[in-house]
T-cell receptor
Framework: GAGVSQSPSNKVTEKGKDVELRCDPI?????LYWYRQRLGQGLEFLIY????????KSGLPSDRFSAERTGESVSTLTIQRTQQEDSAVYLC??????????????FGDGTRLSIL | AQSVTQPDIHITVSEGASLELRCNYS??????LFWYVQSPGQGLQLLLK??????LVQGIKGFEAEFKRSQSSFNLRKPSVHWSDAAEYFC????????????FGQGTRLTINP
């Protein structure tokens, strides 16, 4: 597709369960980012991947959160032993950092995660 | 510390009226500034961006923003709003080169009165 695709669009799960969120970036985009948006809040940076470099995990809130990316394609964000405070919209973005820089991030529609 | 402040949580304007949304930032280097718009249940759409050159930048949907270094501001404006402009607006700042961990403001929710 033309844009960033995220799945599922909605996820409801019980406290303590693990969840996996998926992001398909725009084809050819080298950088991929995950953000969290709590209700009524701005976005908080979680992690980003750039090519073959080590990911920047500085925004992950706890060791229950992890993410992987295969090459310059799909990424998955995993939350283990979910807690109610993990309820939020998780947004993925990608950008093209090849050649000249200064390319903005393009966002997906997000996954709305609700922890019961 | 890097931060973005959007002082107005919620603004209501009448259709056809002018609009200004405020954004102030704190950033330790030359900033790369953005305005995004988010409609309910949607992701973020880029309205405009600025990192150098003319301090008045034009974006999509008739929006513009002015960078004022002395005031650390990047306010968003539109001369005449349309009902379809009702949405949440986010200001963000990042670094100019390389991958960006964008720092976002809390957002301003815009309501349009008919």
């Amino acid at each position: 597709g033309a844009g960033v695709s995220q799945s599922p669009s909605n996820k409801v799960t019980e406290k303590g369960k693990d969840v996996e969120l998926r992001c398909d970036p725009i084809s050819g985009h080298t950088a991929l980012y995950w953000y969290r948006q709590r209700l009524g809040q701005g976005l908080e940076f979680l992690i980003y991947f750039q090519g073959n470099s080590a990911p920047d995990k500085s925004g992950l809130p706890s060791d229950r959160f992890s993410a992987e990316r295969t090459g310059e394609s799909v990424s998955t964000l995993t939350i283990q032993r979910t807690q109610q405070e993990d309820s939020a919209v998780y947004l993925c973005a990608s950008s093209n950092l090849k050649g000249s820089g200064n390319q903005p991030q393009h966002f997906g529609d997000g996954t709305r995660l609700s922890i019961l | 510390a890097q931060s973005v402040t959007q002082p107005d949580i919620h603004i209501t304007v009448s259709e056809g009226a002018s609009l200004e949304l405020r954004c102030n930032y704190s950033y330790g280097a030359t900033p790369y500034l953005f305005w995004y718009v988010q409609s309910p249940g949607q992701g973020l759409q880029l309205l405009l961006k600025y990192f150098s050159g003319d301090t008045l930048v034009q974006g999509i949907k008739g929006f513009e923003a002015e960078f004022k270094r002395s005031q650390s501001s990047f306010n968003l404006r539109k001369p005449s709003v349309h009902w379809s402009d009702a949405a949440e607006y986010f200001c963000a700042v990042g670094r100019i080169q390389g991958a960006q961990k964008l720092v976002f403001g809390q957002g301003t929710r815009l309501t349009i009165n008919p």
